[in-house]
């Protein structure tokens, strides 16, 4: 079967957890900025999780336009990552709410690690259906973003019980990492179809 229908039920989970996550932004009672201040936690672990579902929901579709069918294997990997990324919102809160203390960081941490192992498994499945010279196979190449996330997550992990900012620290960077723009995909389908890659400058 196509792709249509896996890629919507996807983006309408993802969607869900987003709203998911926005709701734990409740709104004080009072009218000060200090009840305002208190939730500066709760608001910078949702900006964070936002930032992870917006880099997963763009990487997700960049994989999925250049697919051509999807198997059982595939649904069933694409739900596996499904299901660690709606932990999210659990983790999101549990840290936010907490002021980033170590168990949750480090929960927070484990949820990303198993979301990016996830992610691999479905990049796996596909490219089995896909083959080794399909264009995903040509765009991900080495894939040092992939390889080095889980890094970050696995030290990030036990140094939240040393000091949670350690962490935190690292959660960002590996979002930093996704954010810089990512045209491995583009420059893969302009080259099949003959056309000239754009530049990956800024």
Same mark, same amino acid.
């Given at each position: ?104 960081? @480090?929960? *927070?941490?484990?949820?990303? !690690?198993?979301?990016? %192992? ?5 990049? #796996? $499945? +596909? ?41 935190? @620290?690292? *959660?960002?960077?590996?979002? !930093?990492?996704?954010? %810089? ?5 583009? #420059? $893969? +389908? ?13």
């Amino acid at each position: 079967m196509g792709t249509a229908r896996l890629e919507a039920f996807s983006d309408g989970v993802l969607a869900i957890i987003i709203t998911i996550m926005v709701l734990e932004l409740r709104a004080p009672h009072e009218t000060t900025v200090a009840a305002l201040a208190v939730l500066l936690p709760v608001f910078l672990s949702y900006m964070l999780s936002f930032i992870y579902i917006g880099i997963y929901w763009n990487n997700h579709h960049h994989m999925l336009h250049v697919t051509g069918r999807v198997n059982g294997g595939i649904l069933w990997a694409n739900l596996h990552l499904l299901f660690w990324l709606s932990l999210v919102p659990f983790t999101t809160a549990w840290m936010g709410e907490n002021h980033f203390a170590s168990a949750p960081t @480090a929960a *927070y941490g484990v949820t990303l !690690l198993m979301a990016a %192992i996830a992610y691999w498994i479905l990049q #796996r $499945a +596909i490219l089995r259906s896909e083959g080794r010279d399909s264009v995903l196979a040509r765009a991900i190449g080495p894939d040092l973003k992939g390889k080095l996330s889980p890094l970050f997550y696995l030290v990030a992990i036990p140094a939240a019980f040393v000091h949670p900012a350690i962490s935190d @620290a690292l *959660y960002v960077a590996v979002a !930093l990492i996704w954010l %810089i723009p990512d045209r491995r995909i583009e #420059r $893969a +389908i302009n080259a099949h179809r003959g056309a000239p890659a754009r530049s990956t400058a800024a």
